[in-house]
């Protein structure tokens, strides 16, 4: 099971690009590298996802160097509603297998 | 959220009591996960179930938990004789399937052990 390392909390303001970035360093071929957030009282939510380069959707952008053994999640433009825990999981996908969730960072917004 | 069902949202039982938690994945989904969340702490993996298989039940903290999943859907965890350390979030999640974009959170059970 691929391991992964986060800041346990970041600090920013309302309209900057805030970018977490995340260490797998044992990441296995068939692993994926997904993105949750969790807002108190809610079940994580899935972000984005990607398997290498960079992938972008409405809400992030995932760059994953060539090497993969690490990830960055960028948020453009953050507002006050983006607090929230933010976990990196890296995980194969073709079958059910364990799953493990790292400690997540903590991202505080302030206005 | 959307697409998976949890039951109660919040309950309260005495020390010593049995529960069961509920867990709908709605759609016909192979892989079903349930992990526990305390307060303002990771989540904890407790079981995954491959169809109504659970391959790996290391999760579990004592044998206190159980858990089934019958007809490849509905899953239930049991928590006999509680204790206050098992007051937390218990949240449950499907997906695995190759070419499912991650895993579809529901809201969550939150138990309190009094």
């Known amino acids: 099971l691929a391991k992964t390392t986060q800041p346990i909390s970041m600090d920013s303001y309302e309209g900057q690009e805030v970018n977490i970035t995340c260490s797998h360093n044992?990441?296995?071929?068939?692993?994926?590298i997904t993105w949750y957030q969790q807002f108190p009282s809610q079940g994580p939510r899935f972000i984005i996802q990607?398997?290498?380069t960079k992938v972008t959707n409405e809400v992030a952008s995932l760059f994953i160097p060539a090497d993969r053994k690490s990830s960055t999640l960028s948020l453009p433009r953050v507002s006050l509603s983006d607090t929230a825990v933010y976990y990196c999981?890296?995980?194969?996908?073709?079958?059910?297998?364990?799953?493990?969730f790292g400690s997540g960072t903590r991202l505080s917004i302030r206005p | 959220g959307a697409g998976v069902s949890q039951s109660p949202s919040n309950k309260v039982t005495e020390k010593g009591k049995d529960v069961e938690l509920r867990c709908d994945p709605i759609?016909?989904?192979?892989?079903l996960y349930w992990y526990r969340q305390s307060l303002g702490q990771g989540l904890e993996f407790l079981i995954y179930?491959?169809?109504?298989?659970?391959?790996?039940k290391s999760g579990l903290p004592s044998d206190r938990f159980s858990a089934e999943r019958t007809g490849g859907s509905v899953s239930t965890l049991t928590i006999q004789r509680t204790q206050q350390e098992d007051s937390a979030v218990y949240l449950c999640?499907?997906?695995?399937?190759?070419?499912?974009?991650?895993?579809?959170f529901g809201s969550g059970t939150r138990l309190t052990v009094v």
């Open positions: 999981l890296v995980a194969m996908y073709s079958s059910a297998s364990k799953i493990i």
């Open positions: 999640a499907r997906g695995g399937e190759t070419g499912n974009y991650g895993y579809t």
């Open positions: 759609s016909g989904h192979t892989a």
């Open positions: 990607g398997y290498k």
């Open positions: 044992n990441i296995a071929t068939n692993d994926y």
């Open positions: 179930f491959q169809g109504n298989s659970a391959p790996d």
